[in-house]
């Protein structure tokens, strides 16, 4: 999904099915990139809208899930005003700072 302003792409937000077995339930939100000159505007807030909006319709799709840096604060408090909660840690026992928490949403 993207969002264009005039001629330029502002931002893009990719999802995708998961289609793994573990959650086949599920849609993988695997990056969400905007432009720094539209960061704090509405574009990052239609992107996520399109993606659950998407989501929604899917009959097979009850979760949107994503896999955030740990040390990554913007990036969860985004996905927190949307709905989403911290599921897990991975890579606990390693360096500070590193490893990623999986997040999720239910549709």
């Not at 998961?18 to 990139?33: C, I, K, M, S, T």
Request: proline share 3%; charged share 25%; net charge positive.
């Amino acid at each position: 999904m993207g969002r264009i302003d005039q001629h330029t792409l502002t931002g893009v937000l990719c999802l995708s099915r998961r289609l793994a077995f573990e959650l086949p339930d599920a849609a993988l939100l695997w990056g969400v990139q905007v432009l720094p000159r539209y960061r704090g505007t509405i574009v990052s807030r239609l992107l996520m809208e399109s993606a659950l909006q998407w989501s929604e319709q899917e009959l097979r799709i009850h979760w949107v899930t994503s896999n955030v840096a740990r040390n990554n604060i913007p990036a969860r408090q985004y996905l927190e005003r949307f709905g989403f909660e911290r599921l897990a840690e991975v890579g606990d026992g390693i360096k500070e700072g590193e490893g990623s928490i999986c997040m999720r949403r239910r549709i």
